[in-house]
């Protein structure tokens, strides 16, 4: 039978050499910025029942700076035994699955691999649980902690009525929307202790178990999906993305490839694959960095992100770039600023983002596909310089992804004749 219940409130390592400019390696999976990121998805039991228990399950994106953006999450795992999901709340089943064994009462999902899904904003109070029903987005820790977690509530039967006859799920697989999370198997753990609103009260679960998920790029994408141009005011030398950064228009021949925006296109509904504007790089995303003017003291920089990508709309976008005078910024117009410290103490890396209900979505490709921002930085007189390229970024990263960069014996140069101050 089935039973109702109240939502919950509150490695040897093996060196690979590129074969190009753009190719991945498996190693892409561990990110030196961000080592011990992760998605853990958090399993409590709270309560037995006649014919299982009632759990809630909380996402927690522990990654810095890689968000899950819309359409969303979807979790899946496969069931040990011949559970049921009677009921649900805070989320929903893609599918019920055949449930014909059934007479009466008739459960939410009977498949033996469910899919979950989180519910829209707007859904009905009584359907709710905290941190649910954001349409499956869920922030990176830096640029929203409040936001970093999705949670959901489930009812389910036919599992066994104890810690010692309960059984994790096993095979999670969590899409954000598309493939990149590898999830480990389900271990448990101590089980988890809620501290009441007033703090005068410790309860605790019946059971619980933690399933760690980690990032690859290459699983998420077989080529990048961003790069890099460069230019400045000493040179009229603008650097574009390499050539082929993200892939190449296809023979006339095979059309379909890119979108030329001065023929009619018709963007998809659905799917996650990127329909981009017909470029020599072929990447959804450039990101452009302009040494703009320079000061006896102080020198700026413009930053333009642009969406080449007529699919998609980027929501919470976010930019992380290294570069050695980060220690010295002394303004950032337009968008938000966080510094990031993966190595020590050395502030060689920042976090960007939009600013929300302003610039905090890239739109898609097109008149407004864009934003941008200036920053200013203080000359530290024992560092800086405009020589060998010392003013552009050692590395960008959008979404979490890297970005392809040029070579850097094609950077900008400074005239042998220069007389701009160092």
């Known amino acids: 039978m089935g039973f109702s219940f109240r939502p919950v409130t509150k490695c040897a390592i093996v060196l690979v050499f590129l074969l190009s400019s753009f190719s991945f390696s498996s190693t892409d999976a561990y990110d030196p910025l961000d080592p011990n990121g992760n998605i853990t998805i958090k399993w409590d039991v709270i309560s037995w029942t006649p014919d299982g228990y009632v759990a809630v399950v909380t996402i927690f994106n522990f990654q810095k700076y890689r968000h899950i953006q819309a359409p969303g999450w979807s979790l899946g795992w496969t069931w040990a035994k011949k559970e049921v999901i009677w009921d649900m709340v805070g989320s929903q089943t893609t599918e019920q699955g055949d449930c014909s064994r059934f007479k009466g009462n008739i459960p939410h999902c009977c498949k033996k691999v469910p899919t979950?899904?989180?519910?829209?904003?707007?859904?009905?109070?009584?359907?709710?649980?905290?941190?649910?029903?954001?349409?499956?987005?869920?922030?990176?820790?830096?640029?929203?902690?409040?936001?970093?977690?999705?949670?959901?509530?489930?009812?389910?039967?036919?599992?066994?009525?104890?810690?010692?006859?309960?059984?994790?799920?096993?095979?999670?697989?969590?899409?954000?929307?598309?493939?990149?999370?590898?999830?480990?198997?389900?271990?448990?753990?101590?089980?988890?202790?809620?501290?009441?609103?007033?703090?005068?009260?410790?309860?605790?679960?019946?059971?619980?178990?933690?399933?760690?998920?980690?990032?690859?790029?290459?699983?998420?994408?077989?080529?990048?999906?961003?790069?890099?141009?460069?230019?400045?005011?000493?040179?009229?030398?603008?650097?574009?993305?390499?050539?082929?950064?993200?892939?190449?228009?296809?023979?006339?021949?095979?059309?379909?490839?890119?979108?030329?925006?001065?023929?009619?296109?018709?963007?998809?509904?659905?799917?996650?694959?990127?329909?981009?504007?017909?470029?020599?790089?072929m990447c959804p995303i450039r990101v452009h960095w302009h040494v703009k003017l320079n000061y006896k003291d102080y020198w700026w920089v413009k930053v333009t992100i642009t969406n080449f990508n007529y699919n998609m709309n980027y929501t919470q976008w976010n930019l992380v770039v290294q570069h050695p005078n980060f220690d010295n910024l002394t303004r950032v117009s337009g968008f938000n600023y966080k510094r990031l410290t993966p190595y020590a103490d050395i502030n060689a890396t920042a976090m960007l983002w939009g600013v929300k209900f302003h610039n905090d979505v890239l739109r898609q490709a097109g008149r407004y596909g864009n934003v941008h921002s200036e920053l200013l930085f203080r000359k530290d007189k024992s560092t800086f310089t405009f020589e060998k390229g010392w003013a552009f970024p050692r590395r960008i990263y959008f979404n979490g992804d890297f970005c392809i960069m040029p070579s850097p014996d094609a950077y900008p140069f400074v005239p042998n004749n220069s007389s701009y101050p160092q």
């Open 116 to 281: 979950v899904v989180d519910l829209l904003p707007g859904t009905p109070y009584n359907q709710q649980i905290a941190n649910c029903c954001k349409g499956g987005v869920i922030s990176s820790w830096v640029q929203d902690p409040a936001n970093s977690a999705s949670s959901f509530q489930l009812s389910v039967g036919d599992a066994g009525t104890s810690n010692r006859t309960v059984t994790p799920p096993k095979n999670f697989t969590l899409k954000a929307p598309g493939p990149g999370y590898t999830c480990g198997p389900a271990r448990i753990v101590r089980p988890t202790k809620f501290v009441s609103q007033d703090g005068r009260r410790v309860t605790q679960a019946m059971m619980t178990w933690n399933v760690l998920c980690t990032y690859s790029q290459f699983l998420a994408q077989k080529t990048p999906t961003c790069c890099v141009s460069l230019s400045s005011f000493y040179n009229n030398t603008i650097v574009p993305c390499p050539t082929c950064s993200c892939g190449c228009q296809k023979s006339i021949t095979q059309p379909g490839s890119c979108v030329d925006p001065k023929s009619p296109h018709l963007a998809s509904k659905h799917g996650y694959a990127p329909l981009v504007k017909c470029t020599s790089h």
